[in-house]
């Protein structure tokens, strides 16, 4: 089975400043790495993900993370925190190649974004 | 394109009483997905169905939830005699196939038993 700790569900970030959500994970076969964001009354929005291939992966709106085989971490970053990023956030894994296709989610972590 | 849509959006059931709570994935999607997410936690998966063939509901946390998707493609979960403990939000997702393809979520049901 797979999961993921996301530590600190209050997460704060002063506006221009460093974005950084960390993800472990826990898997016994090789896994996918998910960033889902949920703003308010919003399903989840795939921010970016892992599957294979090269460890660094951007996605949307300037976000980027690192698969750290080594460390079973995937953490999330944002060079420079704008308002608009103050939301939810869940990391997630799955490990389709092996028959599991659920995602399972970390308990989140919620951004306020300082003016 | 129209994305997931999930009805109704806010649901407030008595205690004991009969719900269900409809999901409509994306045209075209092989995979759908419930998930249940209850207040400041993230989801929980509940069920998955290829098709119309439910491949896991091993998430499912009592014989009171029940989910079905006759046609493979409209899906509803439906949960007897409500308890306080499912009040939650309830996410669907859907995929054009297994594994690799994005999930795309709907909106969600908030379901609130009093």
């Known amino acids: 089975a797979q999961s993921v700790t996301q530590l600190g569900s209050h997460v704060s970030v002063s506006e221009g400043a460093l974005v950084l959500l960390r993800c472990n994970y826990s898997s016994s076969v090789p896994p996918y790495l998910f960033w889902y964001v949920q703003y308010p009354n919003q399903g989840l929005q795939l921010l970016l993900k892992y599957t294979t291939g090269a460890t660094l992966v951007k996605g949307i709106n300037g976000f980027e993370a690192e698969f750290k085989k080594s460390e079973t971490s995937f953490h999330l970053t944002k060079p420079s925190a704008h308002m608009s990023d103050a939301a939810e956030y869940f990391c997630a894994v799955s490990a389709p190649g092996y028959g599991n296709n659920r995602l399972a989610f970390g308990k989140g972590n919620q951004v306020v974004v300082i003016p | 394109g129209a994305g997931v849509s999930q009805s109704p959006r806010y649901k407030v059931a008595k205690r004991g009483q009969d719900v269900a709570l409809r999901c409509d994935p994306i045209s075209g999607h092989v995979s759908l997905f419930w998930y249940q997410q209850a207040l400041g936690q993230g989801p929980e998966f509940l069920t998955y169905f290829q098709n119309e063939a439910q491949l896991d509901k091993s998430g499912l946390p009592s014989d009171r939830f029940f989910a079905e998707r006759p046609e493979g493609s409209v899906s509803t979960l439906k949960i007897q005699r409500t308890q306080q403990e499912d009040s939650a939000v309830y996410l669907c997702?859907?995929?054009?196939?297994?594994?690799?393809?994005?999930?795309?979520f709907g909106p969600g049901t908030r379901l609130t038993v009093t």
């Open positions: 997702a859907s995929s054009l196939v297994q594994g690799v393809h994005e999930q795309y």
